[in-house]
């Protein structure tokens, strides 16, 4: 399986989107509850489809993420699914909060 990251965005590989995922209206994979900077797509046909069960990235030729804090992420043709690394505070024994971009 491959994998993508950039910065707490996780970008896996993954055969096919699961039946039922709606095109949103945007390319935003997510965007930061601190500093409001956003994870964007961009490329040739690129999309981002969601579920309930997540969010996938479609790029039919491949694709670049942007964020203004992180190097590009180059991606090749493939379909992504979009996760976000949780901190896990060791000390405290909790993990700290992430949430997907509310539409």
């Known amino acids: 399986m491959k994998w993508y990251q950039q910065g707490d965005v996780l970008l896996k590989l993954v055969d096919k989107v699961p039946d ?3 095109r949103l209206d945007h390319l935003i994979l997510t965007q930061g509850e601190v500093t409001g900077h956003a994870h964007v797509a961009h490329g ?3 999309a981002i489809l969601e579920v309930e069960s997540g969010r996938y990235l479609c790029a039919p030729v491949g694709g670049t993420v942007l964020h203004p804090e992180h190097r590009p992420v ?3 043709p493939g379909i992504y699914r979009v996760e976000r690394v949780v901190e896990w505070d060791h000390f405290g024994q909790r993990n700290g909060q992430v949430h997907l971009l509310a539409d």
Do not use: D, I, N, S
Request: glycine share 22%; no cysteine.
């Open 44 to 46: 040739e046909g690129v």
């Open 20 to 22: 039922g995922a709606t």
């Open 74 to 76: 180059l991606l090749p």
